[in-house]
């Protein structure tokens, strides 16, 4: 009897390009790739752009609060109030 090495595991192998794993998950916004090139105000992560905000840390607990109730990220419950806000009368 002899041993034979165990074959590697071929995820996604058979399937077409448009279909892998890992074309899925390389072209989710947040995959790491990281384009410079963008309007010049941040740096462009996937669709959307990568901003640095300041804010006062009694507002950031809140915000990580809020966002761990509604199990959110910050920077979706930040784009959330932001879209709110401009939907708004008083930004109209």
Excluded: H, W, Y
């Amino acid at each position: 009897m002899t041993i034979k090495e165990r074959p590697k595991p071929t995820v996604g192998a058979n399937l077409p390009s448009s279909k892998r794993p890992s074309d899925f998950v390389n072209g989710a916004p947040d995959s790491g790739k990281v384009n410079r090139k963008g309007s010049g105000r941040g740096v462009t992560v996937g669709k959307k752009e990568q901003i640095p905000v300041i804010m006062a840390p009694d507002l950031l607990s809140r915000l990580d609060e809020v966002a761990g109730k509604l199990s959110m990220s910050r920077s979706a419950v930040i784009t959330l109030a932001v879209n709110q806000f401009l939907k708004s009368e008083i930004a109209q």
